[in-house]
């Protein structure tokens, strides 16, 4: 399985605009599927976004349009751009690799938007 490393949480307010990051330690980066996951306040874990292989990417509904997913092989990294944050988008940002070896979670990344 591979190490996952999230960065680029922190405190924002509310129509601010953060960048996460994911990177990977494994060589299978370029052939898996990355998604990014979070887990608000007392509820349960959520799909936000996901890009295949192919740069081919979905949106939850509740960020269509305001967050981006992106993906550099090179550097095995993965990205969130979240823009139109609102305080609703507060939790812990979790990315995730899938590939013929199985799924690799990182240990989470705390996103708090308040005034």
């Known amino acids: 399985q591979e190490q996952l490393v999230e960065s680029g949480g922190g405190l924002v307010q509310p129509g601010g605009s953060l960048r996460l990051a994911c990177v990977a330690s494994g060589s299978a980066f370029a052939i898996s599927t990355m998604s990014w996951y979070r887990r608000p306040p007392e509820k349960q874990r959520e799909l936000v976004a996901t890009?295949?292989?192919?740069?081919?990417?979905n949106y939850a509904a509740s960020v269509e349009g305001r967050f981006t997913i992106s993906r550099d092989n090179n550097e095995r990294t993965v990205y969130l751009q979240m823009n139109s944050l609102k305080p609703e988008d507060t939790a812990v940002y979790f990315c995730k690799s899938s590939n013929w070896r199985g799924d690799s979670w990182g240990q989470g990344t705390q996103v708090t938007v308040s005034s």
């Open positions: 890009i295949g292989q192919s740069g081919n990417t």
